[in-house]
C-alpha cells in the first residue's frame, strides 16, 4: 500500500501509484476543513531518512471528492486517512469520506507534530477508544487505527484500539526527532521538531509490529522505511500481513512496489511457502 501523506493528495497521482504496484493506497490525512499546514521548511533530508513537519496540509474531506473520479474503475481499494481534533470530528469526517467513497478508513492518531490532534490522541487509550468506538458506530468499513511508536508501551494502545473495535493495526507514523542547523544554530524546521521517516526507523517499526502482533488479534499493517522486497519479508516475519511504503518513493521511485512485489513473490516460491499467510509472525515462532 500507499502510506499516507506521500502523493496521496491527487486522484492522478494514486492512479500513477496503483499503475506501478500498489495494492492499495491511502489518501494524504484529510480533515472536516481545509488547513494549509506549517511555513517552510517542512522537510529535512537527514542521512537515513526524512524529517518532516508539514502540518497536515490537506484540502478538507468535501473538496476532496473530485479527486476520486481517477479511481473509481480501479481495482485497488483507496483507504483515507483521516485525523480530528476531537471525538465529533473524525465521526464526520469518516462519514463524509466513505460517502465519497473510502473503502476503509485509517485513523491518523499517531502525527508526532501538530497538537491536540494526531500523536496526543494516540498515547491516550481513553480518548482513543471513544474516537474508535464512535467512529465504528458511524461507519460500516473497515477501521485502521494508525500507532505512534513515540510512548511507553505500544502494546498498551493496541489492545485498548482492538477492544474499542478496531478492524487493524497499522504501525507506524514516523518517530519525533529534530535538527538544527549549525550556522544559524536554529531549529532547521518551522515547526522546530517533526517525524522521522525513511531506514533509519525500520528496526523501531519492525520492533513495534512485533510487539503489536503480540498483543492482538487483528491484522497488523507495517510501514516504515520499507525500501525493497527484504525489508517487506521482514515485517512480514515480525507479523505484518501488510506493508506500507513511503520515503522510498522520494529516495528511488514508483517502481518500488513493483519491484517489493516481485521480490516477495520469488522468496515465497524459493523458500517453498504457498502464500503470504504461512509467512507472517514466522518469527514469533523460533
Ligand atoms: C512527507 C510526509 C508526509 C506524511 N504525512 C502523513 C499523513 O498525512 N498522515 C499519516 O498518517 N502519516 C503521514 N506520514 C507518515 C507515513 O505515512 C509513514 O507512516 C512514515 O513515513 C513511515 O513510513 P516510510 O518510512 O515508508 O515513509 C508522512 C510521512 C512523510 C515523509
Known amino acids: 500500500m500507499l502510506a499516507a501523506g506521500i502523493l496521496g493528495y491527487t486522484g492522478l497521482s494514486m492512479k500513477h501509484v496503483i499503475d506501478a504496484g500498489a495494492g492499495a493506497v491511502i489518501t494524504k490525512s484529510m480533515g472536516i476543513e481545509p488547513r494549509t499546514g506549517y511555513p517552510n521548511p517542512t522537510v529535512v533530508q537527514t ?6 513537519a508539514m502540518g497536515l496540509p490537506n484540502p478538507g474531506i468535501n473538496n476532496f ?7 473509481q474503475k480501479l481495482e485497488a481499494p483507496t483507504i483515507f486517512s483521516l485525523y480530528g481534533f476531537s471525538v465529533e470530528d473524525f465521526a464526520k469526517v469518516a462519514q463524509a469520506a466513505v460517502e465519497i467513497g473510502a473503502a476503509a478508513i485509517e485513523l491518523n492518531v ?6 491536540k490532534a494526531g500523536a496526543q490522541i494516540g498515547s491516550d487509550p481513553t480518548v482513543l477508544t471513544k474516537i474508535v468506538k464512535k467512529v465504528k458506530k458511524q461507519v460500516n468499513t473497515p477501521i485502521f487505527v494508525k500507532l505512534t511508536p513515540n510512548v511507553t508501551d505500544i502494546s498498551e494502545i493496541a489492545k485498548a484500539s482492538q477492544k474499542a473495535g478496531a478492524d ?10 529534530m535538527a538544527i542547523d549549525v550556522e544559524t544554530g536554529r531549529p532547521i524546521l518551522s515547526n522546530k521538531f517533526g517525524g522521522l521517516s525513511g531506514p533509519a526507523i525500520k528496526p523501531i517499526a519492525i520492533r513495534c509490529v512485533y510487539d503489536v502482533y503480540s498483543s492482538v488479534d487483528i491484522p497488523v499493517i507495517g510501514c516504515g522505511g520499507i525500501t525493497c522486497w527484504q525489508d517487506a519479508v521482514e515485517f512480514m516475519l515480525a507479523g505484518a500481513s501488510a506493508v506500507q511504503i513511503g520515503t522510498a518513493i522520494a529516495f528511488k521511485d514508483l517502481n518500488v512496489f513493483s519491484s517489493v512485489n516481485k521480490g516477495i513473490q520469488a522468496y515465497l516460491e524459493r523458500r517453498g511457502f504457498n502464500n503470504i499467510k504461512e509467512i507472517v509472525g514466522l518469527a514469533h515462532k523460533i
Not at 471528492?65 to 479511481?71: A, D, R, S
Not at 499517531?110 to 497538537?115: R, T
Open 168 to 177: 487493524a493495526i497499522t504501525a507506524i507514523n514516523t518517530v519525533k526527532a
Open 65 to 71: 471528492k473530485g479527486e476520486m473520479k481517477e479511481l
Open 47 to 52: 542521512d537515513c531518512g526524512l524529517l518532516n
Open 110 to 115: 499517531s502525527c508526532p507534530h501538530v497538537k
